[in-house]
């Protein structure tokens, strides 16, 4: 985030901003793609990671879309909100769940969710190089931000519904426990 909003402040000029914030983001993305394959390998997946592992990811993410609120991308910050809003329904669902003994696990359609965020960032990443450059303007630069990031942010909300209506059996429980 601070690269991103300091970079002239740090001496790094635009032209070099987006290959600067593409190895942050590979650096980011491999550590926690290794993470998360070494604590299998190695039987090291627990309760805590379960519920910690993705509320780190989440939070990674969307300090990122709310830093591209800011030019030259200015992604509107309704749309990051989208983000903001699941994440923390489902981060909240898992914490009370797992404090009443029962921990709710990731599921694949929060995985592809994470790739589509992943893969929309780097998408803007990417043109922000032509960008810089001037090859294109910044209304395309936004506008495939908006685009890659509404793609993103549609598909996370059918992962938060999917989500709620897989693991509905335990929301029951959890309601039908706060009327007792």
């Keep these: 985030m601070f690269l991103y909003l300091e970079h002239e402040l740090l001496g790094i000029s635009l032209v070099w901003l987006p290959y600067v914030l593409l190895l942050l983001l ?5 550590s926690d ?6 604590a299998r390998k190695f039987h090291q997946v627990t ?3 379960k519920l910690l592992d993705p509320m780190a990811d989440s939070i990674y993410r ?3 879309f709310l ?3 800011r030019p ?3 992604l509107p910050l309704l749309l990051v909100f989208v983000f903001l809003y699941r ?4 981060s909240t669902l898992r914490t009370i769940c797992a404090l009443r003994g029962f ?3 990731a599921r694949s359609t929060g995985k592809i969710k994470a790739i589509l965020q992943a893969a929309a960032i780097l998408i803007i990443l990417f043109t922000m190089i032509p960008y810089s450059l001037g090859y294109i303007s910044q209304n395309t630069l936004w506008l495939t931000a908006m685009i890659t990031t509404a793609v993103a942010a549609a598909y996370a909300l059918f992962a938060g519904v999917e989500y709620i209506w897989a693991n509905r059996d335990y929301v029951i429980r959890l309601l039908k426990r706060e009327k007792a």
């Design 26 to 30: 590979g650096v980011s993305e491999l």
């Design 33 to 38: 793609a290794f993470d998360g394959y070494f």
């Design 47 to 49: 309760d805590f990671g």
């Design 62 to 64: 969307i300090s990122v």
């Design 67 to 69: 830093t591209f609120t």
């Design 72 to 74: 030259p991308v200015s």
């Design 87 to 90: 994440d923390s329904v489902i």
């Design 103 to 105: 921990a709710l696990a």
